[in-house]
């Protein structure tokens, strides 16, 4: 079974950090997109991060110079730091194109959101 599972948040003062965890287990041949989201109550899920298998990133605006996305292979990291009230959310991570070794292509897999919160 393929499926994304994440760890590492928690709650952290604001100017703190956090690193975020997601690997996709399974029978994985490659993952083309794998990347963070987040989603606050009465909000639609944000895009935060995502890291190609070509080596492409790229972030939102408003994580720039603070948050680092980074892959080994099946696995994807969010070092997040100078923390902020406002990134206070559910993060979830996605892959996009996930091909198995059985040649099976999923399009889109989801974690089940890991919760952040930035507070003093």
């Known amino acids: 079974q393929v499926q994304l599972e994440e760890s590492g948040g928690g709650l952290v003062q604001p100017g703190g950090s956090l690193r975020l965890s997601c690997t996709c287990s399974g029978s994985i041949r490659n993952i083309d997109v794998m990347g963070w989201y987040r989603q606050t109550p009465g909000h639609e899920r944000e895009w935060v991060a995502t890291?190609?298998?070509?080596?492409r990133i790229d972030y939102v605006d408003n994580v720039k110079g603070r948050f680092t996305i980074s892959r080994d292979k099946n696995t994807v990291f969010l070092q997040m730091n100078s923390l902020e009230p406002e990134d206070t959310a559910v993060y979830y991570c996605?892959?996009?194109?996930?091909?198995?070794?059985?040649?099976?292509?999923?399009?889109?897999?989801w974690g089940q959101g890991t919760l952040v919160t930035v507070s003093s």
């Open positions: 890291a190609t298998r070509n080596g």
């Open positions: 996605s892959a996009k194109r996930v091909t198995t070794t059985y040649n099976y292509r999923y399009i889109e897999l």
